[in-house]
């Protein structure tokens, strides 16, 4: 069942996304040539301590860190290691989460290591990131959940892909309902699946996170034998993007986005509800 959440459990909720917004601005700036990924690992456990908030990823199925550090060809659940040491080029997916009162927040993002970075990689992740915008935007009352699955899928597709071909939308992950628990119902997928039909009509009170995963190349993946990394089966670059969001009596509310998603949401001809802490 989708939990629905009230105008104050869904305050407790911003709490939990702005401490994820803190670790992904720390992770950001300490995401440079040299750094492991252990290293990003640690920028992230001393932001969670400061805000006395909890991490709803160490320990969470077994998983052995604070975040997900997910390198080039890995797509989703890249386990940071003192061994893996970021070198100028490269393209990092970030992904994480903080336990606020019992509230969760879920948020991820891609970030480029140094400079001299190639327009593929630059425009895949601007793609995703914006088909992960344009799915938000889609969180409308009246809207069913495959609307938002249609919205980031419509937006890939239309992208021309430098040097030709197709993006790849990641099919084994998408994004999920969060609230009292990280992962809750529904499952969202990135595309449209019309075998699943069309899914929960979207009503305020409804939270998700959004996370479109798109590589340049296939969109298969494979786990490898740690049983968490994830990577693409054709050894192409990915990018992961996510913001939780919840729709409000007045319109969506990007619960990890410092401006609550004003900007972006903007963008598309929508406003942002408030932000209820401010």
């Known amino acids: ?46 932001v969670l301590a400061e805000h006395g908030a909890k991490s709803n990823f160490l320990g969470y199925g077994g998983f052995p860190a604070t975040i997900c550090t997910s390198v080039n060809d ?49 425009e895949l992740s601007r793609v995703t990131e914006e088909s992960m915008w344009a799915g938000i935007a889609a969180m409308k009352p009246g809207n069913r959940l495959v609307d938002v699955s249609r919205a980031i899928e419509t937006y890939i597709r239309r992208q021309p892909k430098p040097g030709g071909g197709k993006y790849g939308i990641i099919e084994d992950y ?13 499952h969202l997928l990135n595309y449209v699946d019309r ?52 729709l409000t009596e007045e319109g969506p509310l990007v619960l990890t986005a410092p401006d609550c998603g004003r900007a972006k949401l903007a963008e598309h001809g929508v406003t942002a509800a408030p932000d209820p802490l401010a």
């Open 74 to 122: 890995v797509v989703v659940h890249g386990i940071p290691s003192d061994e893996v040491v970021l070198k100028d080029g490269d393209i990092i997916s970030i992904d994480c989460g903080a336990i606020v009162d019992g509230w969760h927040g879920d948020a991820a993002y891609t970030a480029f290591v140094g400079s001299g970075h190639a327009p593929e990689l630059v």
């Open 1 to 46: 069942m989708v939990q629905i959440k009230s105008p104050e459990q869904i305050a407790r909720m911003r709490a939990a996304g702005l401490v994820v917004a803190a670790i992904h601005a720390a992770t950001r700036e300490a995401a440079v040539p040299g750094a492991t990924t252990k290293d990003l690992d640690e920028v992230a456990r001393k």
């Open 195 to 246: 075998r699943r039909g069309k899914g929960p009509k979207l009503v305020p009170g409804f939270c998700l996170a959004i996370e479109p995963m798109v590589s340049l190349g296939t969109p298969r993946t494979e786990v490898l034998e740690d049983d968490w990394t994830v990577i693409t089966t054709d050894g192409t670059w990915s990018s992961h993007w996510e913001h939780s969001v919840a």
């Open 174 to 186: 998408g994004g999920h309902g969060i609230g009292t628990e990280m992962h809750m119902d529904p």
